[in-house]
């Protein structure tokens, strides 16, 4: 079946605590992109990857990483958790990058729900 | 700045009515324009799209419409049904080579049976 895995689904963590979200699709899919939800504020893009070993910063970057090792993976990285950044995050992947006049469907992971305390 | 407003946290509508769901958008680069519908527990799923060089596409129960002058789109679903219940997202894509989906804030429908 072809999907976006995350793990964990849940997560509850103090501040300071370094941990990793990780992402994984089997659609070999090229562009892969993390995206926070917030109430009132839909869903704001931290990081993106056009393919392997490129990666750069979406809307709100600020205290995430992310890696592109291989292909199917997509690990989001806190190195130092704090309260601001309890969130829904979601994990997605398209064929392509959607951009000027294209449009790729983008495939959704079923989210991970972060409680940083 | 949040450029793409759905501007009803909720609707409410009986089972076999039209249920529309409203998008504002600001940035005239936006290209394509997209719902998204989620569940609880569930990400977001794909549901319809448009293109900014059309002003109507239809899939079984479901159209969008895009109003560019008005910088507008909506969603209807007739008829409606329970399990068309869930968060509906209007999304835009296009205003650069990142990929990146601007979304709205959401839309939470219930139809009521």
């Known amino acids: 079946e072809a999907q976006v895995t995350q793990n964990p689904r849940y997560l509850i963590t103090v501040t300071g605590k370094k941990l990793t979200v990780t992402c994984s699709q089997n659609m070999n899919h090229e562009y892969m992109s993390w995206y926070r939800q917030d109430p009132g504020l839909g869903l704001r893009q931290i990081y993106y990857s056009m393919n392997v070993e490129v990666t750069d910063k979406g809307d709100v970057p600020e205290g995430y990483k992310v890696s592109r090792k291989e292909k199917r993976n997509f690990p989001l990285i806190l190195e130092s958790p704090s309260p601001n950044q309890t969130s829904l995050y979601f994990c997605?992947?398209?064929?392509?990058?959607?951009?000027?006049?294209?449009?790729?469907?983008?495939?959704f992971g079923p989210g991970t729900r972060l409680t940083v305390l | 700045d949040q450029q793409v407003k759905q501007n009803s946290p909720s609707l409410s509508v009986q089972e076999g009515r039209i249920s529309i769901l409203n998008c504002d958008y600001t940035?005239?680069?936006?290209?394509?324009f997209l719902w998204y519908k989620k569940y609880p527990a569930e990400g977001p799923t794909f549901l319809i799209s448009?293109?900014?060089?059309?002003d109507k596409n239809e899939d079984g129960r479901f159209t969008v419409f895009l109003n560019k002058s008005a910088k507008h789109l909506s969603l209807h679903i007739v008829p409606s049904q329970p399990g068309d219940s869930a968060v509906y997202f209007c999304a835009a894509s296009g205003s650069s080579n990142t990929g990146k989906l601007i979304f709205g804030q959401g839309t939470t429908l219930q139809v009521k049976p």
């Open positions: 997605a992947s398209s064929l392509f990058p959607s951009g000027l006049g294209s449009y790729n469907e983008q495939f």
């Open positions: 448009i293109s900014s060089i059309k």
């Open positions: 940035n005239s680069m936006f290209d394509y």
